[in-house]
C-alpha cells in the first residue's frame, strides 16, 4: 500500500446478497482534497460508515497516522478526529439548530447544559458556514439546503484530522457551494485530510488534487496528483464504457398544450406564475434554493394549496385540491427530498414501485395484480438500471442514488400526462444520469410535457427546450434553449443587490 | 409561528383554566381547599411516575409495567417494614427492586432490541405476579408510626406525597431540560439513527431512563402503601394507561422527541380533576369508564392533530 496520512487497508463488507467493498485499499494525504467517485452503488459512501463507525468491517483495517485504529462505534470515530457529512441527513427534527450542531457534545458544565454558550458557539458556527438563521430555530422547519448546511456547521465543530464529505452538494445551491468550497479549501490549507464523494465531475475537477475510484465494490484507481489525469479517463473507469456527449439533446416535434398553469400563487410562489408546457416539450424550472420552484410544483400538483389560480390540462380546466386529484388528471411528481417524501425504507423495492400505479393495475380495483406488480417492478429496475440483488430488498438498503431511481421509476410506472420532476438526478451517477435523460427525451417524445427543476446549471441547459428563471418567489424570466447560457441564468437567478458574491 | 408555538405550549393550559373555573361555577362542593387537597393527594402516584414516563415517551419508547411495580414497590414495602421496623430499608429495598425491574426492561429493548411494548407488557405481567407471590395473594398490614410518616404526615398544610410529587417535578423538569441526559433523552427519541451517528450512547440512555422509571414507580408504591397502610398485590392496576393518557394529554408525543414537564402536570391535574368531579357528581362507575376511555381517545387525537400540523407547516417551508 501506498503511504498516507489515512489509509484505508484490504477493507471488505458485505450485506445480504451484495459485497459493497472488496479488499479496497488507498491512501489519504493530510492537507489534500480527496475525491471519491464511482457509480452508484460502488460502495462509496459504506467505506465513509465504515469510517465513522456507523458499519463495521467485515475484514481490513484502517489507519490513521500509522496506527490502526478500530471503530466500534461513532463515539470512538468522533474521539479519534474523524468527521463525517453523511449522504443522507442525520438532524433531530424537533431539536433546535443549536443543539443539533452540538448533538453529542453539548456544552455543558457538570452535566448540566450551558445554554447561552451554546447558542453562541453556534451562531459563531452558522456565520462560519454563511447562513443566517436563528440557531433556536426548529431544525424540521428549515428547507431541505438550509439542513445541510446545519449538518455541514455540525461535522466542523468537531476538532477532527479527517473530513468525510457524501455528496454534500446535491441539495445546495451555487452559493452555498461556493462556501462549502471556501471552508474546504480552509480545512485542506490547516493540513487536513478530507475525503470528498461526489458525481459532479466539474466540483470533482476544480475542488480536489487526488482521486480514488470504486468500481463494484472494487478499488480500480487513485491518482495522488488530479491533474495527471482526465475528466474522460475517470469517467470511463467509473463507468468501464465511453459516455460521449451525456446530453444528447435532439430537437423534437413539439404539439399542443398538456399543462397550463394560470396566475397561481401559492406557499412560497408571491407573485402570481404562469407557466405552459406542450406535448413532447421539455421546461426546465432553474433558480437558488428557496426560489420557489419546488413550491411551485407541490402547488401544481395538489401538495400545497394555492390562493388564487388555475391549472388546465389538454385544455380543460382541472379542479386540483390533493394530490390524488392531481393524479386522476395525469400529473406526477417526483419529488426533492427523496429521504422525507419519497420512499418508503422498510418496504421493499416492488413494494415502492407499485405504489402509485396500482391503484390503476388491480383486479376489479381491488385485489392486487401480483403478476403484473412483479413484471412492473421488474421492467423498473431493469430499465433504470437500480442495482438491487432482488426486488424484495428493502429500499432503504439501497445506495443513495439507487433510491432516487426506485422513486423515479415508481413514477414513470403512472403513464402520465405531465411529469413534473424536481431535482431528478440529485445523487444519480454520470452512467445512470445519461439514461434518466435518454429516458426524459423518451418521454417527451411519446408526447408528455416534462418540467424538470435542477440546480445544476449545464443540466437545465443541456436538457431542456425552454427554461423558466425563478427567483424570490416569482418567475422573473423565460429564455428559450438557444438563447440560454449559464451567465444569463444566474445573474437572473441571483437575489438582487446580492449580485457581486457569487459564484456558479 | 411565534404564536403558533405559544398555542401549541400554552393551549392544554388554557383548556385546563377553562375547565377548573367550569367546573368551580357548576359543581358544589370542587372549589373547597378540602376538596383541592384531595384532588392534589389522589392525582400524587400517578403525578410522580409520570415524570419519568415523560422520559420514556420523550425516549421513543413506553412503560406499560409501572403499575405492577407500584404494587411490587408496596409490598415490598410492607414486608421490609414488618420486618425490620426500619423505614430507611423499608424505602431503599423497594427501590432497588424497581431498578432492577427497569433494567431489565432497558436491556431487552435497548440491547436485545424487542420493543417496548412486547417488553413491557411481559414485565408488566411478571412483575405483577411476582407482587401476588411475595404477598401470598393478599393485603399486608402495616401498624408501624414511623413507615405513616411518608404517607400520612403534612408539612405547610399539605400532606407529604403532594410535596413529594412537587420534588419530583422540579427533580425532573431541570433534568430533562437543564442537563445532557435530558437532552440526548429527547434526541434519542426524536431521531435514533441521528443520536447514535452523533455519538451519543443510545442503548445506555434507554437503559438509565427505564431503571429511573422502575425506580420511581416502586417508590411511588411505597408511598401509597404508607397512605393506605398496607401494601396491596392489586394496588396500581390500570396507573400505567392513566400515566400515558395524563403525558399524552400534556402533548408529549407518543413518536417520541417532544415533551414538556409543564405539560405533564397539566396532564395529571386534568385526569385528577376529571376523576374528582365525576366523583362529586355522583357518576355512576360504569360511566366515569366511559368518560376516562373517552378522553384517552381525545387525548390522541390531539396528538395527531398536533403531529399534523406540524408536518404541515414543514412541507410548507420546505
Ligand atoms: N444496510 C445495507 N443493507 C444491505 N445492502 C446495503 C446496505 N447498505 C448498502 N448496501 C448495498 O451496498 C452497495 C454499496 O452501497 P453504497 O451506499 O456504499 O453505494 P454508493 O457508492 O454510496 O452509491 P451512491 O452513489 O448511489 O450513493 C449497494 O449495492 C447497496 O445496495
Ligand atoms: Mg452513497
Same mark, same amino acid.
Given at each position: 500500500m501506498s503511504g498516507g496520512f489515512l489509509r484505508f487497508e484490504s477493507i471488505s463488507k458485505s450485506f445480504p446478497g451484495v459485497k459493497a467493498l472488496d479488499t479496497v485499499s488507498f491512501g489519504v494525504e493530510s492537507g489534500s482534497v480527496h475525491a471519491l467517485v464511482g457509480e452508484n452503488g460502488a460502495g462509496k459512501s459504506t467505506l465513509l460508515k465504515i469510517l465513522s463507525g456507523a458499519y463495521r468491517q467485515d475484514s481490513g483495517s484502517i489507519v490513521v497516522a500509522g496506527e490502526h485504529v478500530s471503530f466500534a462505534s461513532p463515539i470512538d470515530a468522533i474521539r479519534s478526529g474523524v468527521s463525517v457529512i453523511y449522504q443522507e441527513l442525520h438532524l433531530v427534527p424537533e431539536m433546535s439548530i443549536a443543539e443539533?450542531?452540538?448533538l453529542g457534545h453539548l456544552p455543558? !458544565?457538570?452535566?448540566?447544559?450551558?445554554?447561552?454558550?451554546m447558542l453562541d458557539l453556534a451562531a459563531t458556527q452558522l456565520a462560519e458556514v454563511g447562513v443566517q438563521v436563528d440557531p433556536r430555530e426548529k431544525v424540521g422547519r428549515l428547507p431541505l439546503a438550509l439542513r445541510q448546511m446545519v449538518e455541514i456547521a455540525k461535522a466542523l465543530t468537531h476538532d477532527a484530522r479527517i473530513f468525510a464529505f457524501?455528496?454534500?452538494?446535491?441539495?445546495?445551491?451555487?452559493?452555498?457551494?461556493? !462556501?462549502?468550497f471556501e471552508i474546504i479549501e480552509r480545512l485542506k490549507e490547516s493540513g487536513k485530510a478530507v475525503l470528498y464523494v461526489s458525481h459532479r465531475m466539474d466540483e470533482v475537477f476544480s475542488l480536489c488534487n487526488a482521486i480514488t475510484v470504486l468500481r463494484d465494490g472494487k478499488h480500480v484507481f487513485t491518482e495522488n496528483d488530479l491533474s495527471q489525469t482526465s475528466r474522460s479517463e475517470v469517467v470511463n473507469l467509473m463507468v468501464g464504457r465511453e459516455i460521449e456527449d451525456i446530453y444528447g439533446y435532439k430537437s423534437r416535434l413539439i404539439g399542443e398544450p398538456v399543462l397550463e398553469v394560470k396566475d397561481v400563487v401559492a406557499e412560497g410562489i408571491r407573485k402570481p406564475a404562469s407557466l405552459t408546457v406542450r406535448a413532447g416539450e421539455i421546461v426546465g424550472i432553474f433558480g437558488l434554493v428557496g426560489a420557489g420552484r419546488t413550491e411551485l410544483l407541490k402547488a401544481i400538483f395538489g401538495a400545497n394549496r394555492f390562493a388564487s389560480g388555475s391549472i388546465w390540462i389538454d385544455g380543460v380546466k382541472r379542479r386540483i385540491e390533493s394530490t390524488r386529484d392531481a393524479i386522476k388528471a395525469g400529473i406526477a411528481l417526483c419529488p426533492e427530498d427523496r429521504k422525507d417524501e419519497g420512499i418508503f425504507a422498510i418496504r421493499s423495492v416492488k413494494e415502492n414501485n407499485n405504489l402509485s400505479a396500482r391503484r390503476r393495475n388491480a383486479h376489479m380495483g381491488v385485489f392486487i395484480k401480483e403478476r403484473w406488480e412483479h413484471w412492473n417492478a421488474l421492467k423498473q429496475v431493469e430499465r433504470l438500471r437500480v442495482r438491487t440483488p432482488t426486488i424484495q430488498q428493502h429500499v432503504g438498503n439501497l445506495s443513495g442514488g439507487n433510491q432516487q431511481k426506485v422513486v423515479l421509476g415508481r413514477w414513470l410506472s403512472e403513464n402520465p400526462r405531465v411529469i413534473l420532476l424536481d431535482e431528478p438526478t440529485r445523487g444519480i451517477d454520470i452512467g445512470a444520469k445519461k439514461e434518466i435523460y435518454d429516458l426524459i427525451y423518451e418521454l417527451a417524445e411519446s408526447g408528455v410535457g416534462v418540467v424538470v427543476?435542477?440546480?445544476?446549471?449545464?443540466?437545465?441547459?443541456?436538457?431542456?427546450?425552454?427554461?423558466?428563471?425563478?427567483r424570490e418567489g416569482e418567475i422573473v424570466r423565460e429564455i428559450d434553449r438557444t438563447e440560454a447560457n449559464q451567465g444569463l441564468l444566474l445573474e437572473l437567478a441571483l437575489p438582487t443587490g446580492d449580485k457581486s458574491g457569487a459564484a456558479a | 409561528m411565534r404564536p403558533r408555538q405559544l398555542w401549541e405550549t400554552t393551549g392544554i393550559l388554557v383548556v385546563f383554566v377553562v375547565f377548573v373555573l367550569i367546573l368551580a361555577a357548576t359543581v358544589e362542593n370542587f372549589a373547597t381547599p378540602i376538596n383541592i387537597r384531595t384532588i392534589l393527594v389522589s392525582v400524587s402516584v400517578v403525578g410522580m411516575v409520570a415524570c419519568t414516563m415523560l422520559f420514556c415517551l420523550a425516549g421513543g419508547d413506553f412503560d406499560l409495567s409501572v403499575g405492577s411495580t407500584v404494587a411490587l414497590g408496596g409490598v415490598i414495602a410492607a414486608l421490609v417494614v414488618n420486618k425490620t421496623g426500619s423505614l430507611a430499608y423499608a424505602v431503599l429495598i423497594?427501590?432497588?427492586?424497581?431498578?432492577?425491574?427497569?433494567?431489565?426492561?432497558?436491556?431487552?429493548?435497548?440491547?436485545v432490541g424487542i420493543n417496548a411494548l412486547i417488553t413491557t407488557l411481559a414485565t408488566m405481567q411478571i412483575v405483577r405476579g411476582s407482587a401476588q407471590l411475595a404477598s401470598g395473594g393478599s393485603s399486608i398490614g402495616v401498624s408501624n408510626e414511623s413507615f405513616?410518616?411518608?404517607?400520612?404526615?403534612?408539612?405547610?398544610?399539605?400532606p407529604t406525597p403532594v410535596w413529594l410529587m412537587i420534588g419530583f417535578f422540579i427533580i425532573f423538569g431541570v433534568l430533562l431540560n437543564k442537563t445532557l441526559f435530558g437532552r440526548n433523552t429527547l434526541a434519542v427519541g426524536g431521531n435514533p439513527e441521528a443520536a447514535r451517528l452523533a455519538g451519543i450512547a443510545v442503548a445506555r440512555t434507554k437503559i438509565a431512563v427505564f431503571t429511573l422509571q422502575g425506580m420511581v414507580?416502586?417508590?411511588?408504591?411505597?408511598?401509597?402503601?404508607?397512605?393506605?397502610t398496607s401494601g396491596q398485590p392489586t394496588a396500581g392496576l390500570g396507573l400505567e394507561l392513566q400515566v400515558i393518557s395524563a403525558c399524552v394529554l400534556g402533548g408529549v408525543s407518543l413518536t417520541g422527541g417532544v415533551g414538556t414537564i409543564t405539560g405533564v402536570i397539566v396532564g395529571v391535574l386534568i385526569m385528577g380533576v376529571l376523576e374528582n368531579a365525576m366523583g362529586l357528581l355522583n357518576i355512576q362507575a360504569f360511566w366515569k369508564l366511559v368518560i376516562s376511555g373517552s378522553v384517552l381517545l381525545l387525548a390522541v387525537t390531539l396528538d395527531r392533530l398536533k403531529h399534523k400540523a406540524s408536518l404541515r407547516r414543514k412541507a410548507e417551508r420546505v
Open positions: 443539533n450542531i452540538y455543558n !458544565r457538570f452535566g448540566f447544559l450551558e445554554s447561552t454558550v457524501d455528496e454534500p452538494t446535491s441539495s445546495l445551491s451555487a452559493r452555498e457551494v461556493s !462556501r462549502l427543476v435542477s440546480s445544476e446549471l449545464p443540466e437545465v441547459l443541456g436538457v431542456c427546450d425552454r427554461i423558466l428563471v425563478m | 423497594p427501590v432497588c427492586v424497581g431498578a432492577v425491574v427497569g433494567m431489565v426492561n432497558g436491556f431487552f429493548i435497548a440491547k405513616a410518616a411518608l404517607g400520612q404526615t403534612f408539612w405547610l398544610g399539605l414507580a416502586a417508590f411511588a408504591g411505597v408511598v401509597l402503601a404508607s397512605r393506605v
